[in-house]
């Protein structure tokens, strides 16, 4: 679900993309690099062992907290408090500063079709993952989407709380 999470990304007004090592490893797949990424997003990073951009959110510049797409190593990191990467720090921040945090996990039906790089394929997550999602789902100031059309209905009403709008203008 990475590209049809850039999509909605590229639709939102004043977004900033926190990279981690693994996400930026794994964009150039999908046709992604981080100079095609700056065209259209100020991209922060994870090249500091303590996630030195996490200040941001000490200095109420972000409103919201989106990872989109949310591997199950994410969820499961978020879910249990830890925060080792750049996202996972993020989440863990915002939580302790109520900032609200979004997280589309990918992982949640007991069979997903998913595009690897070269292809689509089905993957059977186990019940740790889904387990994960659930407990992720109970801790405050987050809220899970298990589906596009979720996100999109949880960044809908968060732009709403907000004042805010979709961007109409076409990227």
């Given at each position: 679900?990475?590209?049809?999470s850039i999509?909605?990304a590229l639709a939102?007004?004043?977004?900033?993309?926190?990279l981690?090592?693994?996400?930026?490893e794994?964009?150039p797949?999908y046709?992604?690099?981080?100079?095609?990424?700056?065209?259209h997003?100020r991209v922060?990073r994870?090249?500091?062992?303590s996630?030195?951009p996490v200040?941001?959110?000490?200095?109420?510049?972000?409103?919201?907290?989106?990872?989109a797409?949310?591997?199950?190593n994410?969820v499961?990191?978020?879910?249990?408090g830890?925060?080792?990467?750049?996202?996972?720090?993020?989440?863990?921040?915002?939580?302790k500063?109520?900032?609200?945090?979004?997280?589309?996990?990918?992982?949640?039906?007991?069979s997903?079709?998913t595009?690897?790089?070269?292809?689509w394929?089905?993957v059977?997550?186990?019940a740790i993952e889904?387990?994960?999602?659930?407990?992720l789902?109970?801790?405050?100031?987050t809220r899970?989407?298990r589906?596009?059309?979720?996100?999109r209905?949880?960044?809908?009403?968060?732009?709403?709380?907000?004042?805010?709008?979709w961007?109409?203008?076409s990227?």
């Open positions: 679900m990475l590209e049809e999509e909605m939102l007004p004043g977004v900033d993309l926190f981690s090592a693994a996400g930026e794994v964009l797949l046709g992604w690099t981080v100079p095609k990424l700056r065209e997003f922060v994870d090249n500091s062992a996630s030195v200040g941001m959110l000490y200095e109420g510049i972000y409103h919201t907290v989106v990872i797409p949310a591997t199950s994410t499961a990191k978020c879910a249990f830890i925060s080792d990467t750049l996202p996972t720090n993020l989440y863990a921040q915002a939580g500063q109520c900032v609200p945090g979004i997280v589309f996990a990918c992982d949640t039906e007991p997903v079709i595009q690897s790089p070269h292809e394929v089905e059977r997550p186990r889904l387990e994960n999602v659930e407990r789902a109970r801790i405050e100031y899970v989407a589906s596009l059309d979720e996100l209905a949880a960044l809908s009403e968060r732009l709403s709380d907000l004042g805010l709008a961007n109409t203008s990227s």
